[in-house]
């Protein structure tokens, strides 16, 4: 059985070295964070949205209920969380935002416009943000 499960193991091998040599796209790794506070219900919403920041556009003072994770496609995206230092992702980077944390996310940018991808797994029916006044 041991020598089968070897075999098997060097044939996956060689298939995977032999696939990438044969041009197929390989996924590339930009970020993984061990998160808490995602839902828990039998069914999940996953949403994927795109934004668009301006030179200096802000997101209002909000929360999230459950982790959202930002990938900037281009430019460079700030987030300041309450009683934490300002988190900065540049193009091609990643970020998670933490549940229940007051923030807000900016372009720091006088010139250049920012795009993002965010993603988020929640709670079918939960918003995307809980606004706050400060």
Avoid: C, W
């Avoid at 919403?45 to 920041?53: E, G, I, K, N, Y």
């Avoid at 900065?88 to 416009?113: C, F, H, I, L």
């Amino acid at each position: 059985m041991r020598a089968l499960l070897g075999s098997a193991l060097i044939a996956i091998l060689a298939t995977s070295a032999q696939a990438q040599e044969a041009g197929l796209a390989k996924p590339n790794l930009i970020l993984q964070q061990i998160v808490e506070g995602l839902p828990a219900e039998a069914k999940q919403a996953v949403r994927v949205l795109t934004a668009t920041f301006k030179p200096g556009d802000k997101t209002v003072y909000h929360t999230h209920r459950f982790p959202v994770t930002v990938y900037v496609l281009e430019g460079t995206f700030t987030l300041d969380l309450k009683d934490r230092p300002p988190l900065t992702v540049r193009a091609g980077e990643a970020m998670v935002e933490p549940p229940n944390v007051a923030m807000t996310g900016y372009n720091p940018s006088a010139t250049e416009p920012t795009r993002v991808v965010i993603f988020y797994v929640s709670s079918p029916d939960a918003p995307f943000l809980d606004p706050l006044h400060h």
